[in-house]
């Protein structure tokens, strides 16, 4: 496919809406099964198979599984044989000790031509052991060159966070797209493609694209709860879109990577697995806009903890305490009377990773930049730098719309441990500690 015809087909694609919701779709009508999932003979002489994300015998609200009907079964494949993991790694991260500095990075410098998206993944850091099923992964991406091969994460699901050109992922499911603002959520296990749709801004003659990915090895994402918020707000499940079935018919060699247990591992399959001509079920990847986001905030004084911004949450075995929270700060009004307005000095038991898809952040003047990104791991005291204190100090408190900025934040229980790579990248910023020294004693007794 080209660009053009890439971007045609992303334009022109459909959904199904709503998260977590039992969806069904078919490329060739009658290729879905009704009343059986494994019917005797499947329709249209297809294999029926189940991709199970959770344990057979996990509650209701949490079971996750899809039925696919394919033209052949995921079994049939050659012996998979490692390959070299580049500049991808995985938990348990042991290379470095954690670190309890404020670590901030400029972004990721161009990537070497030819580099695809599975090749431009640049792992920072992250918690947790991939065999326990436990903690999280903060990776880095930047790609010139569209995959040619077809990559299954094992070890988690992937929320893929574009902040630079458009993305159209070919997974079992069906086709997705995705800009900058948009996310994506790639459950476990789940084969997919990706093919950058926009050309580089620079002038550049190759596609580029650069963003963000969390990789959960824990439960998988859900919705918050709402609690007295009420039925509606946060991210509204209608507005997670599903892809429709759309499968490859192709026969010749296809390089199939699967990221087990931290590493790569690679096989070379006769056929294309993106072969599901129907299926249905909620182990499904999601596309979702951020700017569909209902931001709740203060109409009084103070502001709310972030958590208010939680798009989505992933649970551990402690209620209320998340593996991994997605948290946005999106476009907003703020009113709080009395008030500082932006978000206050803090020490936190939770370990923050910030990034910036767009536009500024309202903590801080200069330096977090989009495509870079913060790290205030458990405990490390942060907050606004001196001239975004002393400016929101001073300020008159009259309604202010935030409508310049999109930063989020992946927000987890455990510390961020850095990867050698980003401990000693020359894109990590030297004298990220300033940005504090400037604020000055105001005690008079
Ligand atoms: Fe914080």
Known sequence: MTTEQARKT???LTYSTGFGNEHSSEAVPGALPHGRNSPQRAP?????????GSAFTEPR????????????PSAAHPPFTRIDD??????????????????????LPEPAP????????????????????TGMAVHLYHANASMERVFGDSDGELLIVPERGGLLLHTELGLLAAHPGEVVLIPRGVRFRVELLDAASDGGQ?????????????????????????????ANARDFRAPVAAYEDVEGPVEVVNKYCGHLWSATYGHSPLDVVAWHGNHTPYVYDLRRFNVIGTISYDHPDPSIFTVLTAPSDTPGLAGVDFVVFAPRWLVGEDTFRPPYFHRNVMSEYMGLIEGAYDAKAEGFVP???SLHNMMSAHGPDRETFDKASAAELKPQRIDDGLAFMFETR???????????????????????????????P
Do not use: M
């Open 10 to 12: 992303a334009e022109a």
């Open 44 to 52: 249209l002489g297809l294999y029926a198979e189940q991709l199970s």
């Open 61 to 72: 609200a949490h079971n996750r599984r899809s039925w696919l009907y394919r033209i052949r």
């Open 86 to 107: 580049g500049t991808l790694r995985g938990a348990p991260f042991t290379e470095t000790v954690p670190d309890p500095n404020r670590l901030r990075w400029n972004p």
């Open 114 to 133: 030819g580099t695809d998206w599975l090749a431009g993944l640049w792992t920072l850091g992250g918690n947790g052991d991939v065999t326990q099923r």
């Open 206 to 234: 190759s596609p580029t694209a650069r963003g963000y990915v969390c990789e959960n090895y824990g439960a998988p994402f859900q919705l918050p709860d709402l609690g007295p918020i009420g039925a509606n707000g946060l």
């Open 371 to 373: 495509g870079g990104g």
């Open 414 to 444: 455990w510390p961020v441990t850095a990867t050698p790579q980003a401990a000693n990248a020359d894109h990590l910023q030297k004298g990220y500690d300033d940005v504090w020294q400037g604020l000055e004693r105001h005690f008079r």
